[in-house]
């Protein structure tokens, strides 16, 4: 059975960098083709794709979030992880890891190919 986790503090302050990990089980990361994806939903809004790491390690981010965005992985863990820099309150949301089957899918828009998602970490940016 796959299972995501996300972890990292819920409570950010504005111009810090926001780190999450997100822990999966039932599967290596590292296996052929998945791909791993940070996506959000702020408060009221719809979900918003971060970015993706594949399986090989190469990462894709959103235009709109690439200069503050770094995604990677530490696959002795299973982990993957986003840094997200200069954070706003704009920046508040319900923060999800989720896997798609392969790189292609996990870019397109939507997210109906996601299969696997964890269940999601608030993370509020206040001072």
């Known amino acids: 059975q796959v299972q995501l986790q996300e972890s990292g503090p819920g409570l950010v302050k504005p111009s810090q960098t926001l780190s999450l990990t997100c822990t999966v089980s039932?599967?290596?990361?590292?296996?052929?083709?998945?791909?791993w994806a940070w996506i959000r939903r702020p408060p009221g809004k719809e979900l918003e794709w971060i970015g993706v790491i594949a399986f090989d390690g190469s990462t894709y981010y959103s235009p709109s979030l690439k200069s503050r965005t770094s995604i990677s992985r530490n696959a002795f863990k299973n982990q993957f992880s986003l840094q997200l820099s200069s954070v706003t309150p704009e920046d508040t949301a319900v923060y999800y890891c989720?896997?798609?089957?392969?790189?292609?899918?996990?870019?397109?828009?939507?997210?109906?190919?996601?299969?696997?998602w964890g269940q999601g970490t608030q993370v509020t940016v206040s001072s």
């Open positions: 039932g599967i290596s990361i590292t296996t052929q083709y998945y791909a």
């Open positions: 989720a896997r798609a089957p392969d790189l292609a899918r996990a870019i397109m828009v939507g997210f109906n190919e996601y299969d696997y």
